[in-house]
């Protein structure tokens, strides 16, 4: 397969249907892992092309790319059992997050995946023992300056990011899915309670909760950013689990149209079978689909206008009017630019 790449739809394709890049030619494979890559599902594609006859050189970096992801996914174990003893003697419930979740548990979402963080979530009022006792066990905080702590305390659905300062890992200590100050007020005490145990003193998020998270993450809170990344968890957990009870939990969740979203660009790009219902476009779909394809055949970022105005809107629904033209303004001078 020849001719420029202009997005990332062939990242896209090669995950719906592995068997499409047996006709791709050298250019072809070069802006595939190039995308692959920048999109943090690499790993995943390495997964899904496994076993079928492609060139050897990409045959390297696909195996280089199993290997990494195997490395990855035992340490997110590792620093889920030392989140786990460290907060043992809270009584605390510590409920996965995102991708260590899905290899807690074994969910197809997890095979091949990129890991970064750890995500935890843990009751607010109790959210000052999980930080001393984190603390104790070697975490410290990373952001240097006051503003950044205040501002995480005050408005934000985390803690400060922490990291541990002998084995260089950060967490994330959420008390709910969406910062307090957005349009959408997720029930936290719901995804909590609803929560099931996936290990010795572990859980996760129930299966509806678990998409309406990866919704919201990706529709109702950020900016796009990682995108294909979180429609194929998507994708996954559906095959996995289903849609059944999942437009009652969104909408009690206030998560509808993100979820709705979600599903329809799932479908669109992955080829995700989702009931009638959810088919429906509007208007701002295209839009979206061309902000989650935004990279050229090096990998690299295009579409800067549209990036620039999913930035703009990441922050637009994450707080009110004033409250983000004075925080915006404050990282200004700061130095902080998007």
Excluded at 98 to 113: E, I
Excluded at 192 to 209: F, N, T
Excluded at 282 to 302: C, E, K, N, S
Aim: charged share 25%; with cysteine.
């Amino acid at each position: 397969m020849g001719g420029a790449v202009n997005d990332a739809a062939i990242l896209a394709r090669a995950l719906r249907d592995p068997h499409a890049v047996l006709a791709l030619d050298g250019a072809g494979w070069t802006a595939l892992l190039a995308i692959a890559r920048a999109e943090q599902l690499i790993g995943t594609l390495a997964h899904r092309v496994e076993g079928l006859p492609i060139p050897p050189a990409a045959a390297r970096v696909l195996s280089d790319a199993r290997a990494s992801a195997e490395q990855g996914r035992l340490v997110a174990l590792w620093e889920a059992e030392m989140a786990r003893r460290a907060l043992a003697g809270t009584g605390l419930p510590v409920i996965l997050l995102k991708g260590t979740a899905f290899v807690a548990a074994g969910l197809s979402a997890g095979v091949g995946r990129a890991i970064g963080d750890l995500d935890i979530l843990v009751p607010r009022d109790r959210i000052e023992d999980a930080e001393a006792a984190l603390f104790a066990a070697g975490w410290e905080w990373v952001k240097p300056n006051a503003y950044d702590d205040a501002y995480y305390r005050r408005w934000m659905h985390e803690l400060p990011p922490m990291i541990h300062r002998e084995r260089d890992r950060m967490i994330d200590v959420h008390h709910t899915i969406l910062p307090p100050t957005a349009r959408i007020t997720p029930d936290a005490a719901g995804l909590i309670g609803d929560s099931v145990v996936v290990g010795e003193g572990l859980r996760m998020l129930s299966p509806a909760d678990m998409l309406c998270h990866a919704a919201a993450h990706l529709f109702a809170d950020g900016d796009l950013a990682g995108g294909m990344r979180n429609l194929w968890d998507i994708h996954c957990l559906i095959g996995e689990f289903g849609t059944d009870g999942l437009e009652a939990r969104a909408a009690h969740h206030g998560l509808g149209r993100a979820v709705a979203r979600a599903l329809r660009m799932t479908e669109a790009l992955y080829g995700t079978p989702i009931p009638d219902r959810w088919r429906e476009w509007d208007l701002a779909d295209p839009l979206y689909r061309r902000r989650l394809l935004a990279r050229d055949g090096w990998g690299r970022p295009t579409r800067r206008l549209t990036r620039l105005g999913f930035f703009m809107r990441s922050h637009a629904i994450r707080m009110p009017p004033a409250m983000l033209v004075r925080h915006l303004w404050t990282k200004w001078r700061m130095g902080h630019r998007p």
